[in-house]
Nanobody, 124 residues
């Protein structure tokens, strides 16, 4: 089992920045790819970003490319999502997830464990 706890969400104005953290415990973290997803009210969960176990490979949704940065610290069993230039359409519950493989995927079904989510609200 892997337990994931997200933090860092909040209410900010458009143009502001937030950094989300996801702390993992349990089974080996460093050999697993990690992803961030989000879900807005009434919408399906959507891919935001993923990072390989080494941190050397990342991928982003087009909607966040250039504004968000995913990173990880395997010594701390933590993955981060730096979100800059936030927009109202970024408002959602953000979830981190662990994948069994070493490389990430944009399909939520590829991930085995999920955190409880953290709310991000961006006002205009």
């Amino acid at each position: 089992q892997v337990q994931l706890v997200e933090s860092g969400g909040g209410l900010v104005q458009a143009g502001a920045s937030l950094r989300l953290s996801c702390a993992a415990s349990g089974r080996t973290f460093s050999r697993r790819a990690m992803g961030w997803f989000r879900q807005a009210p009434g919408l399906e969960r959507e891919f935001v970003a993923y990072i390989s176990w080494s941190g050397g490979s990342t991928s982003y949704a087009d909607s966040v490319k250039g504004r968000f940065t995913i990173s990880r610290d395997n010594a701390k069993n933590t993955v981060y999502l730096q979100m800059n230039s936030l927009k109202p359409e970024d408002t959602a519950v953000y979830y981190c997830a662990v994948r069994g493989g070493t490389y990430g995927a944009s399909d939520a079904n590829e991930y085995d464990y999920w955190g409880q989510g953290t709310q991000v609200t961006v006002s205009s």
